[in-house]
């Protein structure tokens, strides 16, 4: 379908620029307000041009944090929520990969009440099982670690069952292929499933990053201890920091620099993510 | 090289459905044996129990005389050509025909002159750095062959390798393959439902219907003396014509040269003759209904006139027959294939 009416034209651009606009001018702002010195939206106008304290804010942020209100220098705390959304995403990965691998590839009894199980999983979000959750993992012990922070958010029944999908469809001939081919299961899983299913890995490890980064409930409940604040839930311990008015300048910088990793994720798999998302061919 | 053995070999599903019900089969060392059937006969079923990729309800196989009942496909020693091909997308030419190879733990530089040996052999050497995705189907085809060659095999199992070629192509590699066997020499099992690709490939036919074996022979023999009703409609084309002995007037004349039992017979469309022979004969008064030419030849569709009942028969493309025009046809008593109807096999079995 191809129209050819200049209003159209113009009428659909505004509407692009207009939703470009809506969802780039907060981050726009936040960048400006980074730039500027402390008091500058104390007055009541905000400043749309960029202002000199630039380097000093963000030096500032990464190197002393503010201590004296508790919030540590943002460098560990970045690096604390790199582990984090490593650790999920590539524990998600390797489970959903393997229980997919499982409900589609062997027959065992139950194999259909399982992936059932597992499929109702879906409905049950972590907000929803969060006090459970939180005394099985105090229980355990793991309150204050890596463990603690990632293990609970690894089980995922989205990647299984995009997982099992995206299996199903691959031919059966190419199993038999194998086996004739002298391939037992994990050789076939690991020499052709897996890098067939790289476009989907790939799209998902986009997500589940961004899911494990953006986390904020988890972290904040079951870390008490500053070295394993993560940036997310460090931001908002430095708006609510001490008694003193928020130092908007330095919280501003700080989002600037969390919302950095997920988006250059984003950036370097932007291909394989919509290939991931779209290719249907094999 | 290998001998294959099926002893009452049969395979149920769930729900007593039973694909494949009691096969005895005796294929000899460097055979190209050739299964044949419509489709849901069994065939594939069949040969994928030979494979291993189907488990065997009951019977024994033996792959040179040894019990593989309960083996791993991979430790048969056979090699399977799929009818999509079942190239793995993300491998190269080369990776796919290593892959097996790999697997079977040969060295990097004996893989390398095999597969560059096979390659050779099926012309596809030029391609050994491309992924399948990159090839035409014909090339895609020899990809698949190659897969099978390469490790050199005692047999070759093919489940209709052709039927995703276009005609011209198809021709072209079913003559390959014929050469390849010849030269090769080593035992193969094909399944077709094209009955032109089983009688110009196959050593020995098996013609199989409803999980049971109709007839095993040579092409010949089973086009010349089909065993049964069903081997007489299936393997020829176009179809022999069957016409029951009641719907022929003056039968009396010859019914005396054919077995007691015979109440159907069949003639083959190029066994019908325009002009009265000498030796005894059959005689059908016929109008022809439509003149079909062919190429080389040409296809004459006519109505008895006693019961309406339709022939084809096979003429010169000079032929002056046409639509409408009122034909006496004969046939030699010698040509005619005498069936009944009720057991459905041939009468006059030696």
């Known amino acids: 379908m191809v129209e050819n009416k200049p209003w159209a034209t113009v009428l659909a651009h505004l509407f692009l620029i207009l939703g470009v606009a809506m969802v780039a001018f907060p981050i726009y702002v936040a960048f400006i307000a980074s730039t500027h010195p402390a008091g500058s939206f104390v007055s009541g106008t905000m400043p749309l041009l960029p202002g000199g304290e630039f380097w000093n804010n963000y030096s500032t942020v990464i190197t002393e944090g503010r201590s004296r209100a508790g919030t540590p220098p943002i460098g560990l705390m970045l690096w604390n929520s790199l582990l984090m959304a490593l650790a999920i995403t590539f524990g998600k990965l390797a489970v959903s990969l393997l229980s997919a691998f499982a409900i589609v590839y062997f027959r065992f009894p139950f194999r259909m009440l399982f992936f059932w199980l597992i499929f109702m999983t879906l409905m049950l979000p972590v907000e929803v099982r969060i006090v459970p959750t939180f005394q099985v993992v105090a229980d355990l012990g793991m309150l204050n670690s890596f463990a603690g922070l990632s293990i609970p958010l690894i089980a995922s029944a989205t990647a299984t069952f995009l997982f099992r999908q995206f299996f199903m469809t691959v031919p059966e001939e190419m199993l038999e292929a194998a086996r004739v081919d002298g391939a037992g299961p994990f050789k076939f899983f690991k020499d052709i499933l897996l890098p067939l299913s790289i476009t989907n890995i790939a799209a998902l490890f986009v997500i589940m990053f961004i899911y494990g980064w953006n986390q904020y409930l988890w972290p904040l409940l079951i870390t008490t201890d500053q070295s394993y604040y993560t940036i997310v839930m460090g931001i908002q311990r430095m708006v609510t920091a001490g008694d003193s008015e928020p130092l908007w300048h330095l919280v501003m910088a700080t989002v600037i620099l969390a919302a950095l990793p997920p988006t250059l994720v984003i950036l370097f798999m932007q291909r394989l993510f919509v290939k991931g998302l779209t290719e249907t061919e094999k | ?350």
């Open chain 2, 1 to 350: 090289m290998a001998t294959i053995q099926l002893k009452q070999l049969a395979k149920t599903y769930a729900g007593d459905v039973h694909a494949v019900k009691g096969i005895d089969l005796d294929i000899q060392d460097g055979e190209f044996i050739v299964l044949v059937g419509p489709s849901g006969c069994g065939k594939s079923t069949l040969l994928r129990m030979i494979a291993g990729l189907e488990a065997i309800s009951s019977g024994e196989l033996h792959i040179s005389q040894k019990l593989v009942n309960q083996l791993e496909p991979s430790e048969r020693d056979i090699a399977m050509v799929f009818q999509n091909y079942a190239l793995y997308p993300h491998m190269t030419v080369y990776n796919n025909l290593a892959y097996g190879l790999k697997n079977r733990g040969y060295n990097k530089a004996e893989i390398e002159t095999r597969v560059q040996q096979t390659a050779k052999m099926l012309e596809i050497d030029a391609f050994l750095a491309r992924k399948p995705k990159a090839l035409s189907g014909g090339q895609r085809q020899r990809v698949a062959m190659g897969r099978a060659l390469v490790r050199e095999p005692s047999a070759f199992l093919l489940d209709e390798p052709l039927s995703n070629l276009d005609a011209k192509l198809r021709v072209q590699m079913r003559v390959e393959i014929k050469q390849l066997q010849k030269r090769l020499k080593t035992t193969t099992l094909y399944v077709t439902h094209d009955q032109l690709e089983a009688l110009t490939l196959a050593d020995r036919l098996v013609v199989m219907n409803q999980g049971l074996v109709e007839q095993v022979g040579s092409p010949m023999e089973v086009y010349d003396r089909p065993a049964s009703l069903f081997v007489a409609q299936f393997i020829g084309s176009p179809a022999m014509n069957l016409l029951p002995l009641a719907a022929l007037t003056e039968h009396s004349l010859w019914q005396s040269h054919l077995p007691d039992d015979t109440d159907i017979i069949g003639v083959r469309p190029d066994e019908l003759l325009l002009e009265q022979p000498e030796q005894p004969h059959i005689r059908l008064a016929c109008r022809c209904s439509l003149f079909e030419p062919a190429g080389a030849e040409s296809h004459l569709y006519l109505s008895l006139n006693s019961n309406g009942q339709s022939i084809c028969m096979r003429v010169d493309s000079d032929c002056q027959v046409r639509e409408g025009d009122l034909v006496t046809l004969y046939v030699p008593v010698s040509e005619v294939h005498p069936f009944n109807q009720a057991t459905g096999r041939r009468t006059d079995q030696a």
